[in-house]
């Protein structure tokens, strides 16, 4: 079976009768090969190239995301897991003919300015040699006045889908793992995360709930057109990418400002055939046991001791065999210093507790600076574990 087979299978709620492990190493590709570091073996590869001799799967999310001509080298690119470089997006945002985006590149600083009929934006972001992924130093709300050009500017967003660009992508990734799509951050993750900022955003909770309100209304809308072309598209697996730490989205955040979304979203995605996953990558001790009321299917990213607060064994206890968990494996004991013995138990407990529900993968992705033979010692200990699966079923 083709690991797009057995990751499928997984969603399926079937089991495999295998292991797939699908760890997230773009972040590390893209640094490494800009900064000239990859290991002499992968210059002049792809990344594509490098799963195949690591011998895992990647995780393909494609994401709605503006036209390449629209950026600078640099774009936006919150990327969610392997994204071919020069393919059209599969879903693309376009913005209102009214509104005008410009970026530009000072120093190691990303300065994007958005032009409306309501008002100005700007927004800057830092570029680091660390990450592919720029981050934000200065958000585009200085006022909650400044909401009005956001509504403005997110109402007047089209989407659109290629299916030129799907084909595309979906030759490309061939057998290595199925196709998924990350639709829109929720609401309140918008303000914290591209807006507003996390202070700004708990103020005006606190202080303007009614037009906070309004906001999230607003936003749910302008989402929907997306979320119309995600159900009608040929895409299977849709992920949240919340990028949740219960350390900054409480329960009662989360009880009021993203249960309903979640709730409601994957309720029609559901209906639509798909099967979802969300992303928790933080502390989440104090959120595990909202697990059952979310309507995913599956768990990503949940982040075990020493990284996270919880240990495996509360990770299964909340996920029970119900769900999926996505990767286990914290990211830490991928750097060079900490133990392979480690790295190896904590691998097998994840296989022996949540098998066969579970996408092996790292908790959240392997750091710049770690050691992607690591990588292959788990390919090698996935292996060997598949090859006894096979053997007992003879």
Known sequence: ????????????????????????????????????????????????????????????????RPSPENLTD??????????????????????????????QIQNDMLIEIMKTPKGELVRKWHISELSIVPSIVEFPVKKLEDLDIVEYMILEQEFVFDQNAWDEVEKKIGDR?????????????????????????????????????????????????????IKKSPVKIVNFPENIDSKFVSPPLLEKYLMPHWQKRTSELKEAGKYTDVH????????????????????????????????????????????????????????????????IETAKKLIDLFAPKIILGISDEIPANGDIERVRLISDLVKDYNSSLKNKSK
Request: aromatic content about 14%; some cysteine; charged content about 25%.
């Open 280 to 343: 928790w990558d933080g502390y989440v001790k104090s959120i595990l046991r909202y697990v059952p009321e979310t309507g995913f299917d599956g768990f990503e990213a949940l982040t075990p001791k020493p990284q996270g607060d919880v240990t495996v064994e509360e990770i299964k206890e909340a996920l029970g065999d119900r769900y999926i968990l996505l990767d286990g494996i914290p990211a830490v004991y991928f750097l060079p210093w900490e133990s392979e013995e480690k790295l």
């Open 177 to 229: 793992a199925p196709l998924a799509m990350n639709v829109p951050r929720a609401p309140l993750q918008q303000l914290f995360l591209f807006y507003m900022g996390y202070q700004n955003t708990i103020l005006a909770l606190y202080d303007q709930p009614q037009r906070m309100e309004r906001f999230f209304k607003v936003a749910e809308e302008a989402d929907d057109k997306a979320y119309e072309l």
């Open 1 to 64: 079976m083709t690991f797009k087979e057995a990751a499928l299978k997984v969603f399926e709620g079937k089991d495999p009768g295998q292991i797939v492990w699908q760890p997230r190493i773009e972040n590390w590709y893209d640094v490494n090969k800009r900064k000239g570091t990859l290991p002499e073996k992968y210059e002049g590869m792809s990344l594509l190239d490098i799963y195949d001799d690591l011998n895992c799967s990647p995780r393909p999310y494609l994401y709605p």
């Open 74 to 103: 640099w774009g936006m690119r919150d990327r969610g897991g392997y994204c071919p470089q020069n393919v059209p997006p599969v879903i693309r945002i376009k913005s209102g003919k009214s509104i005008k985006i410009t970026q």
